[in-house]
């Protein structure tokens, strides 16, 4: 699996937007770009992923460039319960994968 | 709610001693992933079985096993317990376990050895 590089933490205030990147640059041309969130010690959630095209949920948007070698998360609308460690990884979609999962950002929204 | 049953959520024993944590996963998933977080390593992949055989494995110590049985509930065994071992263990499942899908996990076990 590519590895990814993500900053170690980023601040957010309440209600504006949290812009999370991640670089994938190793990424290969079968593998899809997973984000997950673990609040504070609870099990980790998944957010959204993606393969080539810019995906959007009820939680968040995920913008991949076009040489897939980077991705934004977009939460459009942080409150203080997005106060959590976020975690990109990068997944075959084929075979039995597991979910390896890094060191993540750590986003604080502040009110 | 994820779905993911774990049972106990907290436990504490003595070193040398022996656990084994339950997961039932979600209504119809056939995957179950064991991971263990602890302080200073993040989360950390196990194991990983589907429809009862293992299909992956990652650092899971010796002293550990795990199995999946028929109604597809899993259990993770942690023996000869060390200090080290206490951590948070997640168990997560998803509908298959190959391809493009995404794990959904239970709220975990805090286990304390002391």
């Known amino acids: ?111 | 709610d994820s779905g993911v049953t774990q049972t106990p959520k907290h436990l504490i024993t003595a070193t040398g001693q022996r656990v084994t944590l339950r997961c039932s996963p979600r209504s119809g998933d056939l995957s179950v992933y064991w991971y263990q977080q602890s302080l200073d390593q993040g989360l950390q992949f196990l194991i990983q079985y589907y429809n009862g055989e293992e299909r992956a494995k990652g650092n899971i110590l010796e002293r550990f096993s795990a199995q999946q049985f028929p109604d597809l509930h899993s259990e993770l065994n942690l023996s000869s317990l060390e200090l080290g071992d206490s951590a948070l263990y997640f168990c997560a499942s998803s509908p298959i376990g190959e391809g493009n899908t995404e794990a959904f996990f239970g709220q975990g076990t805090r286990l304390t050895v002391v």
């Open chain 1, 1 to 111: 699996d590519a590895k990814t590089t993500q900053p170690p933490s980023m601040d957010c205030a309440e209600g504006r937007a949290a812009n999370l990147p991640c670089n994938h640059s190793t990424i290969s041309g079968n593998e899809y770009v997973y984000w997950y969130r673990q609040i504070h010690s609870q099990g980790p959630q998944y957010i959204i992923h993606g393969l080539k095209n810019n995906e959007t949920n009820e939680m968040a948007s995920l913008i991949i460039t076009e040489d897939r070698k980077s991705s934004t998360l977009i939460l459009p609308h942080a409150t203080l319960r997005d106060t959590a460690v976020y975690y990109c990884i990068v997944r075959v979609a084929a075979g039995f994968q597991k979910l390896v999962f890094g060191t993540g950002t750590r986003l604080l929204v502040s009110p």
